[in-house]
């Protein structure tokens, strides 16, 4: 056994160390071990992380960081591209990235591991475990402990890859992508128990040419989060469940705001989630706007709230702005769209009374509650109902047992 495995080893160290000579000229290598990284979990690895940055980061020829596999012991660490020359830099985690059982080491820095300024980064592979356990027993026990870091934070960057990436334990979001262009998340893996406080799967905010696809996010908040100044996001074949669905917003907190624009959702299965997919906005002035959204091939399975509008978003009905939100929605489009509500209200569209939503489409929308029945609750301005909503209801009846369409009407201030 000792003979086969040390012989594999001495296999693996030639391929390694044939990989390494044989692409020299193209391509620059740091393996995190070569850099004083131990695999035991317990020794702090940062500083080999930084280094191997730095170095990649100062090559002009594609440069990869390798992580073998293990467990690696990372603190909060910050990878700057201002400076860097480098525009191909993949890293490549056959490990587990693990942060310090003490949340105090992160829990005040805002983010754990976090990308600012970089270009042409991928992340392939590996899991980020940023060990949450001990910072929700704080929390739960009402003392004051530190709000969380974002497990792994891309900033103001372009052409991002992650490709295959787990994140487990997250302290606060799992996966944030803020002010960047064009990013590319694949098979991405979130595991975080449907109670988990704060804890975003995939949080897009700022950001152009976004694509995440072919995913998996369990998670007690939004399975992916589409926040202010998003456009061109394209979301496909995504599994949500637990948490709280695909989110626009909340949105329309600020007077000024950038909209939400060109985001597509499409092939997503929702299991026992709070919501399927829903706009949220603030009841308070703003020109913030949502437009050219596309919601499409969606499966739900027991969701609370499958379709909804929500133009007065306030959690727990606690210091709620009671104006009316500014916020413009239009142009969205639910097509195809079939399961079962996990509540009466399976469709719901409580929109803004001063700015009432316009060119909301449904089509080939069926869901059941119960087995039975579906209940569209629409609160907005009948002016401004969407044109085929009859058309639909009449299908509807046909197709169920009983259908409850509940219009409230009301006057719009304009
Ligand atoms: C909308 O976004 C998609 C990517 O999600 C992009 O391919 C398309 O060009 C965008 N459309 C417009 C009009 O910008």
Request: charged share 15%; net charge neutral.
């Amino acid at each position: 056994m000792a003979g086969a495995l040390s012989f594999f080893h001495a296999f693996q160290y030639f391929l390694l160390t044939f990989f390494h000579y044989s692409s020299i000229a193209v391509n620059a290598n740091y393996n995190i071990q070569s850099l004083g990284a131990k695999s035991d979990g317990k020794t702090d690895c940062t500083k080999a992380f930084l280094s191997a940055w730095t170095s990649a980061c100062a090559s002009t020829q594609p440069a990869t960081i390798y992580v073998p596999p293990g467990r690696y012991l990372l603190g909060a660490a910050t990878f700057a591209g201002k400076s860097c020359k480098n525009t191909a830099i993949t890293i490549q985690i056959d490990g587990t990235l693990v942060a310090p059982s003490d949340f105090n080491v992160i829990g005040n820095s805002g983010n754990w591991i976090k990308f600012e300024s970089v270009t042409g980064v991928s992340v392939i592979g590996g899991t980020l475990d940023a060990q949450e356990a001990n910072l929700w027993a704080c929390k739960s026990s009402g003392k004051s402990c530190p709000t969380g870091a974002t497990t792994l934070a891309f900033y103001n960057s372009n052409n991002i890859i992650m490709n295959g990436l787990s994140s487990i334990n997250s302290q606060k979001f799992n996966i944030l992508v803020d002010g960047c262009h064009n990013a590319k998340l694949v098979r991405i893996k979130v595991s975080a128990p449907g109670n988990s406080p704060n804890n975003d799967g995939i949080h897009v905010e700022e950001s152009t040419g976004v694509t995440i696809m072919n995913s998996r996010i369990g998670t007690g908040d939004d399975c992916v989060f589409i926040g202010p100044g998003t456009s061109n996001l394209w979301i496909e074949t995504i599994a949500c469940g637990p948490g709280h669905g695909i989110s626009i917003g909340s949105l329309g907190w600020d007077l000024q705001e950038p909209g939400v624009q060109n985001v597509t959702v499409k092939s997503a299965t929702f299991t026992g989630t709070q919501n399927g997919v829903r706009v949220k906005t603030w009841a308070r002035p703003s020109n913030g706007f949502v437009k050219n959204i596309l919601f499409q091939h969606l499966v739900m399975v027991n969701v609370e709230n499958p379709i909804i509008i929500d133009q007065n978003y306030c959690p727990d009905d606690h210091n709620c702005p009671n104006q009316v939100s500014g916020v413009k929605i239009s142009d969205v489009t639910y097509h195809d769209i079939h399961g079962s509500s996990a509540t009466e209200t399976a469709v719901k569209f409580d929109c803004s009374k001063g700015n009432p939503c316009s060119d909301i489409t449904l089509e080939d929308v069926k869901l059941t509650y119960k087995m039975s029945r579906l209940i569209l609750h629409v609160l907005t301005p009948l002016g401004s109902l969407p044109a085929q909503l009859s058309q639909i209801a009449a299908c509807l009846f046909r197709k169920l047992f009983t259908v409850f369409i509940l219009i409230q009407e009301y006057r719009p201030y304009t």
